[in-house]
């Protein structure tokens, strides 16, 4: 089987810091880029950022780029979302997702992933 499990979300102060770890299972995801979503209540999902199954690219919305920074240990089979700089407007639950679909492709609209996590809520306060 194949999972995703999300963690290292909590309370945070507005500028503050947080670091996201998705932990995979089952097959390895060394063949797969993999990223974050964040969804608020009564908001769409929206993308945060993707790394290719490398690590070798890196993409973010414009949202967080210069504070978030996406990363992956495939020896570990885990990615990390580094947040710094942290805003209110960052509350959100955050999931993490696979796919073999290049990261290129996950800032369209509308883009399909295979592989979800159940996501780990972040909040801001201000």
């Known amino acids: 089987q194949v999972h995703l499990v999300e963690s290292g979300g909590g309370l945070v102060q507005a500028g503050g810091s947080l670091r996201l770890s998705c932990a995979t299972s089952?097959?390895?995801?060394?063949?797969?880029?993999m990223g974050w979503f964040r969804q608020a209540p009564g908001k769409e999902r929206e993308f945060v950022a993707a790394?290719?199954?490398?690590?070798?690219?890196?993409y973010y919305a414009d949202s967080v780029k210069g504070r978030f920074t996406i990363s992956r240990d495939n020896a570990k089979n885990t990615v990390y979302l580094q947040m710094n700089s942290l805003k209110p407007e960052d509350r959100a639950v955050y999931y993490c997702?696979?796919?073999?679909?290049?990261?290129?492709?996950?800032?369209?609209?509308?883009?399909?992933?295979?592989?979800w996590g159940q996501g780990t809520q972040v909040t801001v306060s201000s």
């Open positions: 997702a696979a796919d073999l679909l290049p990261a290129t492709s996950w800032g369209s609209p509308g883009r399909e992933l295979y592989y």
């Open positions: 790394i290719s199954w490398s690590g070798g690219s890196t």
């Open positions: 089952g097959r390895t995801f060394s063949g797969y880029a």
